[in-house]
């Protein structure tokens, strides 16, 4: 089947000038799975490549993207796409990366595998929590201003800023004097657990965790930060997909804190803020269901 060349001759120029690969003649099949950005996989001649397209205003987007591939790939712990090329035509920012084929995680090994480099990952660890510079979690901005304390850092850069939007698109009725008074309590779980400062992937779903044909770990789509390992975690089984011998050879490598079903609640009501923020009420009621649940429990 034939198919088409680059979209314009512009974004085939802006390409050649920032990669120095000549797209004029390239072919591309667009790839599904992406909520956020176009996705397109490049043939020109003999190579392939993988390119991601939006609107020239989210270009910030792919710069953050690029600062968070490579802190992952510094860390070597797992296989991260390398960035070729990034910028913008008048009309279209781009992110062209190298081409992987990759599979999802399907078995034991693979989860082995996988947690191995993820505890690798998370032993990378500094001084502060957060990140030199913000970045962006799904199309959402994600504040990574530099602290001291995880529990002052996840209440202010993480739920208040989603709280804050959730109210701004009509949802405080519904989330409002449960969501105060919980944020009040937050404190009070870390009295006894001080987690390092982590590097994170920071949006570790399945859809971001893959396989390379040699069987080795990729992640991909990061929203870096330096936080609490929980964190990666607690997203890795909001929506599953990754097999059991990950969470046991993890727990196994590293034992995870007392605590951590509670924190994992917390930590994932971030996610399903930002859900609701990008999406919409569908995730309105899993939100109010979480906020109700930990309400209650640091209540007591």
Sequence with gaps: MEHPAIPSPALAQALKTASGIDFSRADLRAIGGGCIHR??????????????????????????????????????????????????TENEAFLLLEHIEMRPLADATDGQRFAEALVALHRDSDEHFGW??????????????????????????????QLKMARAKGYAGAIGREADHLLERIPALFLDYRPRPSLLHGDLWNGNAAMDAQGRPVIFDPAVYRGDRDADLAMSELFGGFPSAFYATYRTAWPLADGYEQRKTLYNLYHVLNHLNLFGRGYLGQAERMIRALYFELRR
């Design 132 to 161: 030199p510079r913000d970045n962006f979690i799904g199309a959402n901005p994600q504040s990574n201003a530099q602290e001291d304390g995880w529990a002052h850092f996840f209440m202010n850069h993480r739920l208040t800023p």
């Design 39 to 88: 996705a397109l996989e490049v043939r020109a001649g003999s190579e392939r490549y993988f390119l991601k397209l939006n609107d020239a205003a989210t270009l910030p987007m792919f710069e953050a993207e690029v600062d968070g591939l490579t802190a992952l790939s510094a860390c070597d712990a797992f296989r991260v796409p390398r960035p070729l090329a990034f910028g913008a």
